[in-house]
Each structure stands twice: as structure tokens, then as C-alpha cells.
């Protein structure tokens, strides 16, 4: 395997690389390959005349693809299940999958799309683009598709799987980040160690007489003895 040459690059767009719909439906119908769900060749389809939409095959299945730059609008969500109604007609032996492929799959429709794809065989692919100076790499990997639609070995579903780890990554980091503990004032003063002075009755207030701290049953023997003769005799005094 020959090594590839690495350069830097940056994030980018179909659209911000100047083409087209029409451009990028000739791009992937020239190598269907090039949409990451297997080894694909092109058939006859009911669209055959729109620049948007084509259809491609595997032994078993019958993918009816639509392309479309830009955030989804309604009507090419409607399109692209028309095509894959009237494909089933013309390839009736064939499984057939609706494929939308698009730049980015957020966006008003998401929930519809995600909501069809509970129903219908749908699947829809996100064009990645990093660019470098000279060229640029198409990078197509599954962003939604049916329970009932087996991906798992296309280079689009490891391509997905890809970005799903890096997202997950991403979130764990910033939880972290998010949920350090905190040393609290009480857990400080527990653990630092209290000086306690050795000249201190039981009130913290040193005797302002110098005298010797008693405990408080001495104290309650001496002032109760002879019925407080001792108090008095040094009153007298």
C-alpha cells in the first residue's frame, strides 16, 4: 500500500468548492462507489432525465438516489420517495432503498426524515469535504438510516461509526470537564488541624486573673464547703 502524502487541510463544503447538483450527481454516478454503501453499478431509473436523481444497483438491491446541496426543503424529501415508489415498478425483483444524499441532514425536516425512516426504507448520507491546497476529499458517511437497511460493512456506515466515536469523545471530555469536584469550605475546615490554647476555661476566654483553670466539680465543692465560710472569711479579709 503506498504511502499517502499528508497535508493540511481544512473543513469545507460541495457547494463552497463551486459545484453544483447537477455536477455532483454526474460525479457519483460516474463511480457509485463513490457513495460508500458497496459496489454499486447504475441502471435504467424513472428520473433518468433529472439532474438530481439516478439510480444505482447491487445483486440484491436497487438504490434510488437523490441528490440535493444545501439544507433539505419539502418537496425534495417528497422527490426522492416518488422516485423510489415509481423504481420499484420498473425493478420489481430488486429491494429498494431510498437514498438522499446531502450536505447536511440538521435542519427543519430532520424530524420528518427520522420519522419516515421508522416506516420506509430510507437512508441518508452527509457529504463530508476537507480541502487542501490543491485538492479536496469527499468524505459520504450515514447520517440516518432504516433498522431495516444492512449497512454495517459499507464504507459510508464505518465512516459514521467514525464520527459517532468522535462526538462521544467529545461530550465525555466536556462532562468531565463540567462535573470536577469541588473542595468545599466545610471539608477544608474538618480536615485542617485546630489549635486549641492551653490557657482556656470551658467558655474559649482566657482568665483575665491568671488563675489556674479548675474543673467544674472542684469548683462546685470548694464554693459549697463550710456553707460558704471560705467565701466570707476572704470577703472579711
Known amino acids: 500500500m503506498t504511502t499517502p502524502t499528508i497535508v493540511s487541510g481544512a473543513v469545507s463544503t460541495v457547494s463552497e468548492l463551486g459545484k453544483d447538483e447537477a455536477w455532483m450527481k454526474g460525479w457519483l454516478k460516474e463511480q457509485p462507489t463513490r457513495l460508500g454503501l458497496g459496489e454499486l453499478s447504475v441502471a435504467d431509473g424513472a428520473s433518468d432525465d433529472d439532474d438530481h436523481s439516478f439510480v444505482a444497483t447491487d445483486d440484491d438491491r436497487c438504490f434510488s438516489v437523490d441528490v440535493q446541496l444545501g439544507e433539505m426543503d419539502a418537496s425534495r424529501g417528497f422527490g426522492v420517495l416518488d422516485n423510489w415508489a415509481r423504481n420499484r415498478v420498473l425493478h420489481p425483483d430488486k429491494t429498494h432503498v431510498a437514498v438522499l444524499v446531502t450536505e447536511s441532514a440538521v435542519g427543519r425536516y430532520q424530524t420528518t426524515l427520522e420519522t419516515l425512516a421508522e416506516h420506509l426504507p430510507l437512508v441518508v448520507v452527509e457529504l463530508q469535504v476537507w480541502r487542501g491546497d490543491t485538492e479536496a476529499i469527499v468524505v459520504p458517511h450515514v447520517a440516518l438510516s432504516s433498522d431495516d437497511v444492512d449497512l454495517s460493512e459499507t464504507p459510508a456506515a464505518k465512516a459514521a461509526e467514525a464520527v ?71 470577703v472579711g479579709n
Open 164 to 234: 459517532a466515536n468522535v462526538e462521544a469523545e467529545a461530550d465525555e471530555s466536556e462532562a468531565e470537564e463540567e462535573t470536577e469536584p469541588v473542595e468545599s469550605e466545610a471539608e477544608t475546615t474538618d480536615e485542617a488541624e485546630v489549635e486549641v490554647p492551653e490557657d482556656k476555661n470551658d467558655t474559649g476566654v482566657s482568665d483575665p486573673w491568671g488563675a489556674p483553670h479548675k474543673e467544674p466539680e472542684a469548683v462546685a465543692t470548694e464554693s459549697n464547703d463550710s456553707n460558704g465560710s471560705r467565701l466570707l472569711s476572704k
